[in-house]
Nanobody
């Protein structure tokens, strides 16, 4: 069974940084796409970044490009999201997700491409 556990969330001042971790088990990164999503109160879940199973460079949402960096440690089966220059609008519950892509996409993979989800970790940015 695929399992994902997020950690690293917390309260931080605007302009600060946080590094989120997603520890995965039950699958190999070689065949899966891994994505980060976030959901703020009253809003739909939105894609933040993803790494495709093709091994290509990560993709980012326009709102975080240049500030967030996604990386992975295959030996630890862990994916990270380094968030710099945080803004109040980054406040949300952040989720890690995994899935086997059904096709090729430009940019972020659609929400429907992900089958497994972590429970999420809260990120709160104070302005």
């Amino acid at each position: 069974e695929v399992q994902l556990v997020e950690s690293g969330g917390g309260l931080v001042q605007a302009g600060g940084s946080l590094r989120l971790s997603c520890e995965a088990s039950g699958f190999t990164f070689d065949y899966y796409a891994i994505g980060w999503f976030r959901q703020a109160p009253g809003k739909e879940r939105e894609g933040v970044s993803c790494i495709r199973s093709s091994g290509r460079s990560p993709y980012y949402a326009d709102s975080v490009r240049g500030r967030f960096t996604m990386s992975s440690d295959n030996a630890k089966n862990t994916v990270y999201l380094l968030m710099n220059s945080l803004k109040a609008e980054d406040t949300a519950v952040y989720y890690c997700a995994a899935g086997v892509p059904s096709g090729d996409y430009l940019g972020l993979l659609p929400l429907a491409e992900y089958d497994s989800w972590g429970r999420g970790t809260q990120v709160t940015v104070s302005s």
